[in-house]
């Protein structure tokens, strides 16, 4: 440990050097070092390389660039408490994304520090200071809006949207910054898997605070949502999970009206929403029987329809 200890005082020393190739070799070293030695990490931020590297976000330089988002990233997995106290990180990162579509920001680098915000969003304590910050969370719903964004900084903005909707005060700022239309065009729009995956986790979040509703009533939302839970769609089981989760937290937390929308949506879809009651995980199932029951109203009306035991039972579960 000592010899690693003087190693990464070293690097982080001569990141302050006045030469260029000085600098970018410690950073390379310090990229390398990050990734495959756990055990260097604390020792590497300890020595202070946080702020330099953080400074570094800012340099016109595309490998350098590269280089300390990515040395970022890896200190993100074991030191996030110095990450997120040190001044200036989240600025550096959000320069990084917000521009995204410029040369001055590199592809990699751009999913470097989205993938870093999305580690610190592990920690609860973490989603209201980085959702406070809305340039971040702007720059991540552009992300998601621009058709040149490579597939990898989409997901990695996914990601980091879906820690920042954890928290629930986050969420009217989501909404009030774009994101439903945004994350429903890539649903419609984009048959990726994966990509529709995390579109459905973010909007399963964010339809769970009161202005959602208007904005989910002007793409169709409730239809949509709907949509994916029709068997002859053949979407993914998570999709579908995440699906039932949107409606559910809609009619939670939402006007009579979009209770009555999800109700009339819903009727359409009740083998949808029986098939993720019966092949989820235990929260997923408990979510669907939870819907089912929102669906049906307590007026029978699904049984009344539909002459299958299987209602009876699902409705008769605890949810």
Not at 9 to 27: E, G, I, N, Y
Not at 230 to 247: F, H, I, K, Q, Y
Not at 254 to 261: D, G, I, L, M, T
Not at 272 to 291: F, I, M, Q, R, T
């Amino acid at each position: 440990m000592e010899v690693k200890l003087r190693t990464s005082r070293s690097l982080v020393s001569k990141l302050s050097s006045v030469s260029s190739q000085t600098r970018a070799d410690a950073l390379k070293e310090l990229r390398l070092i990050t990734k495959l030695d756990p055990d260097s990490r604390p020792l590497v931020a300890e020595a202070g390389a946080i702020p330099y590297l953080s400074e570094t976000l800012f340099d016109s330089s595309p490998s350098l660039q590269d280089d300390a988002a990515a040395t970022l990233l890896n200190l993100s997995i074991s030191c996030r408490h110095s990450l997120i106290s040190t001044r200036g990180l989240l600025d550096a990162l959000s320069h990084v994304l917000r521009h995204h579509a410029s040369p001055s920001s590199s592809a990699f680098a751009v999913q470097s520090s989205a993938a870093t915000l999305h580690s610190l969003l592990v920690v609860d304590d973490y989603r209201p200071i980085i959702g406070a910050k809305r340039d971040i969370a702007y720059s991540l719903i552009d992300i998601v809006k621009s058709l040149n964004s490579p597939p990898r900084s989409l997901k990695d903005a996914l990601k980091a949207l879906f820690g920042i909707s954890l928290y629930a005060l986050n969420r009217g700022a989501l909404v009030e910054l774009g994101a439903v239309p945004a994350l429903f065009t890539l649903v419609v729009k984009d048959g990726r898997v994966g990509i529709v995956e995390d579109s459905t986790a973010v909007i399963a979040q964010v339809a769970g605070c009161e202005e959602s509703e208007e904005e989910f009533r002007r793409v169709s939302g409730v239809r949509v949502l709907a949509d994916l839970l029709d068997p002859s769609t053949g979407t993914s089981l998570r999709s579908r999970e995440n699906a039932v989760a949107a409606l559910l937290n809609l009619a939670r937390c939402c006007s009579e009206r979009a209770v009555r929308e999800v109700r009339e949506e819903g009727m359409g879809v009740v083998d949808g929403v029986a098939d993720v009651a019966e092949n989820a995980g235990a929260k997923g199932k408990s979510k669907a029987v939870a819907l089912l029951k929102v669906i049906d109203g307590g007026s029978r009306s699904i049984a009344s329809v539909f002459r299958d035991k299987r209602f009876d039972c699902l409705l008769n579960q605890s949810s």
